[in-house]
């Protein structure tokens, strides 16, 4: 009977370990799309991260979304989309891009956003 409880117990741990990915299925980690940025220019992307909307661009209808560290700029259109929460989970879907803006330094890559969702 031992056995069998800790085999309930260990079946029921991994199947919730599996059910609770960090990352869903079907998204891209932010350091993915850097490392692979030439094939996914202009390309459909899914990222999931913490929205930071308190930005040098945020007027610009841009914000950033973070994911472990890295980070990507989205850019978005405020007839389609609405600027999310801060600090709140998010699943951004648009086209990834690449351009320099006016108040960044450097070519920046971005998502031009279809969707944002709360996760």
């Given at each position: 009977?031992?056995?069998?409880?800790?085999?309930?117990?260990?079946?029921?741990?991994?199947?919730?370990?599996?059910?609770?990915?960090?990352?869903?299925?079907?998204?891209?980690?932010?350091?993915?799309?850097?490392?692979?940025?030439?094939?996914?220019?202009?390309?459909?992307?899914?990222?999931?991260?913490?929205?930071?909307?308190?930005?040098?661009?945020?007027t610009?209808?841009?914000?950033?979304?973070?994911?472990?560290?890295?980070?990507?700029?989205?850019?978005?259109?405020?007839?389609?989309?609405?600027?999310?929460?801060?600090?709140?989970?998010?699943?951004?879907?648009?086209?990834?891009?690449?351009?320099?803006?006016?108040?960044?330094?450097?070519e920046?890559l971005?998502?031009?956003?279809?969707?944002?969702?709360?996760?």
């Amino acid at each position: 009977m031992k056995k069998f409880c800790v085999a309930v117990f260990l079946s029921v741990l991994l199947l919730i370990t599996l059910s609770c990915s960090s990352t869903p299925p079907g998204t891209l980690a932010i350091d993915d799309i850097s490392a692979r940025e030439a094939e996914l220019i202009g390309q459909n992307v899914v990222v999931v991260g913490t929205a930071e909307i308190r930005t040098n661009l945020s007027t610009f209808n841009m914000f950033k979304v973070y994911q472990r560290g890295d980070f990507i700029w989205v850019s978005f259109n405020p007839d389609e989309v609405t600027m999310p929460p801060q600090g709140l989970d998010i699943r951004v879907t648009g086209t990834l891009g690449k351009k320099k803006f006016t108040t960044i330094p450097d070519e920046q890559l971005y998502i031009d956003a279809t969707s944002v969702a709360m996760e």
